[in-house]
Structure formats: structure tokens, C-alpha cells
Nanobody
Framework: QAQLAESGGGSVQAGGSLRLSCAGS????????MAWFRQAPGKEREQVAR??????VYASSVKGRFTISVDNDKNTLYLQMNNLRPEDSAGYYC????????????????WGQGTLVTVSS
């Protein structure tokens, strides 16, 4: 049974960096889609970045600041977040789905429990 577990959230000042990790099993980025989503209070869950094989897609709001990567040997997905802004504050979730990638959170099959990121100005 596939499982995902995030870690690495915390509180930083604007301009700082954090790296989120998502330890998982049952999925591989070569054939499956793995993604990071975030959800702030009162807002919809949005996809931040996704990866499948060599392809990576980023939300326009994080492009150039965030980097998604995967270590298949460790079964771990990462999200390196640089130059953080207060508007990046949210709960961050990793997710996976079999086969092709998608943008909507509703199309992802398995989720981690989430990790909180707080960015102060």
C-alpha cells in the first residue's frame, strides 16, 4: 500500500529557504506523477509543482524560486523553496497518482499528512 509522509516545514523570514521532503513507497517518478500542493486558510488547494520522468511543471507563482526533485533510490520527493515570501505560507502536501500527470488535486490518488510552512515579513 502506497504511503507518503512529508517533513521539513517550519517558520522562516521572507527571503529564507526551506526544503521539504516526502518519503514514499509504491510510486516511482519515472512512470507515475508526483506533485506538491499547498493550501492556505480559506483558499483552495493549488498545485505548486509536479514531476514525472524528466518533466517538471511549476506554478507561475513559484517558478524560479522552487525546485522539485526526486531521489528514486531513497523513494523521496523534495521541494527546495528559496526566496520565500509571506504569501507562500500554507500547509504543503505531497501527492502521487498512477500514470500521467494532472493539475487538479482531485485526480491524485494518495496524499501525505501535510507540513506547515510559515513565512514572516
Amino acid at each position: 500500500q502506497a504511503q507518503l509522509a512529508e517533513s521539513g516545514g517550519g517558520s522562516v523570514q521572507a527571503g529564507g529557504s526551506l526544503r521539504l521532503s516526502c518519503a514514499g513507497s509504491g510510486y516511482t517518478s519515472s512512470s507515475d506523477c508526483m506533485a506538491w500542493f499547498r493550501q492556505a486558510p480559506g483558499k483552495e488547494r493549488e498545485q505548486v509543482a509536479r514531476i514525472r520522468g524528466d518533466g517538471r511543471v511549476y506554478a507561475s507563482s513559484v517558478k524560479g524560486r522552487f525546485t522539485i526533485s526526486v531521489d528514486n533510490d531513497k523513494n523521496t520527493l523534495y521541494l527546495q523553496m528559496n526566496n520565500l515570501r509571506p504569501e507562500d505560507s500554507a500547509g504543503y502536501y505531497c501527492a502521487a497518482r498512477r500514470g500521467g500527470c494532472a493539475t487538479s488535486w482531485a485526480l491524485f490518488d494518495v496524499w501525505g499528512q501535510g507540513t506547515l510552512v510559515t513565512v514572516s515579513s
